[in-house]
């Protein structure tokens, strides 16, 4: 799909929510296409995701704090915006204050909304463009820790490749870890909720057939209900995923799912270096390019649909060159929190003003 066919796309009935709902339209600041659009290894296959920003309400900015502990006074002041999400179209529209959180966290899906090419933005109002162009003030150490536990995720999305032999209790030991990881990220996609409310463990099976299993204890007040659905569908779509290993793999292969984690672990190593030595964020991969496309094709795969050595020898290269930018960077330990609180303060007041 070329850009102006998604600018069009974006004019649809299918997309009426980003002027039709209240807390996007006029607020919106930033929109753009994630995913394989975004990093330039997209292909005709390739899903359409939609990424973007809009300022919080004048209300939100100035009275949900103070009015929040009284429930009947929602209707008044709004519920607290922190984003959008319509995963019909696998849309998420952050609001300013969020994303402002995220991009001070170095977070990968929130700090490449700020390094597309510039053709890629459908929307950029003035104050977007001002944020693009002081990215320079999230940018810190924290990304090896951030882009390092994305990655992770995908070698542990990889591994899942030789779980059909696991015995019992080791796979659900396994299990455990990919849930847990995929926890870390809840609070970056729906509701927060405190560290506590949702706990996974593993103890003596109840389970007919299983020696260990996964538990959970829940004490969650006061949470969204659309948000509680989303995530607990994450959790049991990746239990139900392990249930037959050989029909999980078979699908994986046919879904090329396997040769994008491979794609996506390296794609994060490359942003992380970049980010560590040249302290910019490069979103689009250009110059490898025909590497991950190559990666994505599945080269690097055998017959059966597993990585190849010749891929980890690869994923060992960049491994090195991470380790050299992360003891030669000149990036300070912490993001400059005094000019992200004075941008955030900039925004919100001109918000209130009626300026924006």
Not at 26 to 44: C, E, W
Not at 59 to 69: D, K, P, T, V
Not at 189 to 202: E, R, V
Not at 235 to 255: D, I, P
């Amino acid at each position: 799909m070329q850009i102006n066919e998604i600018k069009a796309k974006l004019n649809s009935d299918e997309y009426s929510f980003l002027k039709a709902d209240k807390h996007l339209g006029s607020n919106i600041i930033l929109l753009t296409a994630g995913g394989s659009y975004a990093y330039g290894t997209n292909n005709k296959n390739s899903d359409l995701d939609i990424r973007g920003c809009a300022v919080n309400s004048r209300m939100e900015i100035l009275a949900s704090g103070s009015f929040r502990q009284f429930t009947n006074m929602d209707a008044l002041v709004g519920e607290n915006f922190e984003q959008f999400t319509d995963s019909t179209t696998d849309t998420v529209i952050y609001s300013f204050n969020k994303l402002m959180f995220l991009l001070a966290n170095c977070n990968p899906n929130a700090i490449e909304m700020l390094g597309y090419k510039p053709e890629h933005y459908f929307y950029l109002s003035d104050v977007g463009r001002e944020l693009i162009d002081n990215s320079d003030m999230f940018l810190s150490k924290k990304a090896i820790n951030s882009f390092g536990k994305y990655a992770k995720q995908q070698m542990d999305g990889l591994k899942q490749l030789s779980t059909g032999k696991m015995p019992q209790a080791d796979l659900e030991e396994h299990i455990l870890h990919v849930l847990s990881s995929m926890e870390e990220n809840f609070t970056e996609k729906y509701s927060a909720y405190p560290d506590d409310a949702i706990k996974l463990y593993i103890d003596t099976a109840v389970q007919k057939g299983f020696d260990k299993e996964i538990f959970m204890d829940i004490n969650l007040h006061h949470y969204p209900l659309r948000d509680y659905c989303r995530l607990w569908n994450e959790l049991q779509t990746t239990v139900k995923n392990y249930t037959k290993a050989g029909k999980r793999n078979e699908k994986a292969a046919a879904h090329k799912k396997i040769a994008k984690h491979s794609m996506h672990l390296l794609r994060l190593y490359m942003m992380c270096i970049d980010i560590l030595e040249q302290q910019k964020i490069v979103t689009y991969r250009e110059k490898e390019h025909d590497l991950l496309m190559d990666i994505r094709n599945g080269k690097y795969l055998d017959a059966d649909d597993k990585p190849l050595p010749e891929f980890f020898e690869l994923v060992s290269e960049y491994e090195k060159k991470l380790e050299y930018a992360k003891k030669n960077t000149t990036l300070p330990d912490e993001p400059d929190y005094k000019r992200i609180m004075e941008f955030t303060a900039y925004v919100n007041e001109r918000v209130v003003k009626g300026e924006i």
